[in-house]
């Protein structure tokens, strides 16, 4: 399986990362990646960047290294509304938004159906392309719920490969079933290294193990061909 891009990278803009935008796009380089994302946490997060730093993309180059670069963000959703941490004029600007729930912002120990409710409503936005990380076992879901609104909104469903260090202890059990879901439902699915160090970008091994175990049709993992991910934003109207 040959992954080409890696959509969910950190910089030190993130408040808890170690790398900046250009170390990360020379990594991505080196590595042989063809498109890597800078998708900083939204300003709810502890020491996350403030909102406005989400206008000044502009300034950054297109291509860095020989790598296509887009700026997004990994924003928070913040309520059972599903709004989330970016006004709507930031979020128009950027390439690519990733969605995500993170404890330090949303009080976890609440119902499935809270937490279902909050990714459901998110997924109305339509500046979304990405719901991060949905098998985090700190933030219960009804799963099919979630993927065949996913599969009505033309929403990427992240396999993020952190997922399945110690830090979330359970997801890997969720994000099969999340994968086993997509493949059935016919939901496309984008794997993320959510690297918070240039080092990280582009690890994916505990997700490609998944993808293999599982047989997940290629057709459905983005990340095998940077006009993928690239004709799919154009249709939903960015200008890259």
């Not at 128009?92 to 409710?117: C, F, M, N, Q, W």
Request: net charge negative; charged share 25%; proline share 4%.
């Amino acid at each position: 399986m040959n992954l080409v891009f890696d959509l969910h990278t950190h910089t030190i803009n993130s408040g808890h990362a170690h790398c900046t935008t250009m170390e990360n796009a020379k990594y991505a380089s080196e590595i042989g990646l063809e498109l890597l994302g800078i998708t900083d946490h939204g300003p709810k997060m502890p020491g996350g960047p403030h909102e406005w730093y989400f206008n000044t993309f502009d300034a950054m180059p297109r291509e860095l290294y020989g790598v296509t670069m887009l700026y997004g963000c990994e924003a928070n959703i913040l309520d059972s509304d599903g709004n989330i941490d970016l006004s709507i004029d930031k979020q128009e600007k950027l390439d690519i938004i990733i969605a995500s729930l993170h404890d330090p912002v949303v009080e976890t120990g609440k119902s499935r159906e809270v937490y279902t409710t909050m990714f459901l409503n998110t997924m109305d936005n339509p500046n979304l392309h990405i719901l991060g990380h949905i098998g985090n076992p700190k933030f219960p879901i009804y799963e099919e719920e979630i993927v065949k609104k996913a599969k009505e909104k033309n929403i990427l469903i992240e396999i993020n490969n952190k997922s399945f260090s110690v830090k979330r202890k359970g997801s890997d059990v969720i994000c099969k079933k999340i994968a086993l879901l997509c493949k059935e439902y016919g939901v496309k699915i984008v794997v993320g290294s959510d690297a918070h160090s240039c080092f990280a970008i582009g690890g994916f091994n505990e997700a490609e193990k998944l993808l293999k175990e599982i047989n997940m049709p290629e057709a459905l993992i983005m990340n095998t061909s940077k006009d993928k991910i690239l004709n799919f934003l154009r249709e939903r109207g960015k200008n890259i």
